[in-house]
């Protein structure tokens, strides 16, 4: 219909394709949630709109980074060169998925740096689907140095956020099993876990439910 429309349907476009690249990532489907990534970006360079550029890179390295793509990193470097034009938002998601990719690949002196930055940034960002992601981030990081009492301090303070956006509420309650876990408290931790896959199921998500 969108592309029926034209032009003057360009701004619903950008959002129609954003929410379906999030469906194909929650059933798996990460090379049709890139494309819809890519649409996305495309749609708001047509439309100007740089902050949106911005967003779609990192929403597609987002889903580059959680399909173990090597293209995640040179992504979000993309997406920090749009947010340099004064896009918290965008410099944020994007701080948090390279941190994620450093953390991960033992490159913690360049994570240190960039997650700092995003958690001064945390307040300022009004979409509960990004700050989510940040918290994940940041509750693993902790669970991984072993501070669990520390993580689970990060997951009470995003709690409001995590319960409004969607598939983070899946993967908040995963490091959060695993911080309890950590913790000796192997029967909470369980709860957590049988709960989250019951959310799953009744999301129709399709990732957590396979890989937890």
């Keep these: 219909m969108c592309d029926k429309l034209g032009t003057q349907a360009l701004s619903k476009y950008v959002e129609v394709v954003r ?99 995003a958690e001064k940034l945390a307040q300022e960002v009004e979409d509960p689907f990004i700050q989510g992601q940040g918290s994940v981030i940041w509750t693993l990081w902790s669970n991984w140095k072993g501070r669990f009492d520390n993580a689970l301090k990060i997951q009470a303070r995003w709690r409001d956020a995590i319960k409004r956006g969607g598939v983070p509420l899946l993967l908040n309650a995963w490091v959060k099993a695993l911080c309890r876990g950590g913790k000796g408290e192997y029967e909470p931790a369980l709860v957590l876990l049988e709960n989250m896959l019951t959310t799953a199921k009744r999301m129709g998500d399709f990732f957590f439910w396979r890989a937890f």
């Design 19 to 117: 929410k379906r690249g999030l469906v194909n990532q929650t059933i798996g489907e990460f090379q049709n949630a890139i494309d819809d990534f890519n649409r996305m970006r495309a749609a708001a360079h047509s439309l100007a709109d740089r902050r949106l550029e911005g967003l779609a890179l990192a929403f597609r390295g987002w889903v580059e980074r959680a399909s173990h793509l090597e293209t995640a990193e040179d992504t979000n470097k993309a997406s920090l060169a749009i947010a340099d034009e004064g896009f918290k938002d965008v410099r944020f998601f994007a701080d948090i998925n390279l941190g994620a990719i450093y953390l991960i690949f033992n490159r913690h002196a360049e994570a240190v740096p960039i997650l700092r930055e």
